[in-house]
């Protein structure tokens, strides 16, 4: 069934057209695209309440890509920021928030998966993707779930490899080795003395 199509408007039809590509793979043959120049009519081949999801899927990832030129605070939808960012590997929300406050931005976590930021969406589209590079690195790691969580944060944070980072952090006595990596401390203290170390 087809219905009126919804149209969306973009600053640039690069834009546009990473907006449909995006669209098009995070949803697949239950829409079409029609692009002319920084615009894009919306075809939803779907009924019911599949139809409302779909157009909800729609508004999000518009919303988020929005949010990249758009300043103050923005609410984004993390299922909606982990297909945007082409996330391999699963990624805490709680960690994307403690990376931007790390990195200076304001950010929450708030109920429903969502996360409040001031950070554009370019910026979460990084650090997701690097969060979620350096976990598929940890996968065969011998290490404790708070050590990939402190490694990796770490990692990205520093913009240095997962076997630099940990070379870096047992240097420190952060981590200790008995079988497999531990913190020495619990997460926010060993995070807070790597931080104030550099």
Known sequence: MRRNPITLVFRSPSDAVKFLETLEATIGSEIAG???????????????????????????????????????????????????SESKTPVSPQVVVELLKLKGFEARLLKGGYIETNADTDTLREIIGGLSRAYARLVRLPATTPAKRLVALLSV????????????????????DENRLEPTHNFSRALELAISED
Request: glycine share 8%; net charge positive.
């Open 157 to 176: 944070y520093w913009g240095i490899s997962v076997e630099e980072t940990v070379e870096k952090l047992v240097e420190k006595g952060l981590l200790r």
């Open 34 to 84: 029609e692009l002319k120049m920084n615009k894009v009519k919306i075809y939803v081949y779907a009924r019911g309440d599949r139809y409302k999801e779909i157009v909800r899927r729609i508004q999000a990832l518009y919303s988020t890509v929005r949010g990249t030129y758009t300043p103050g605070l923005r609410r984004y939808d993390f299922s909606t920021l982990l297909s945007i």
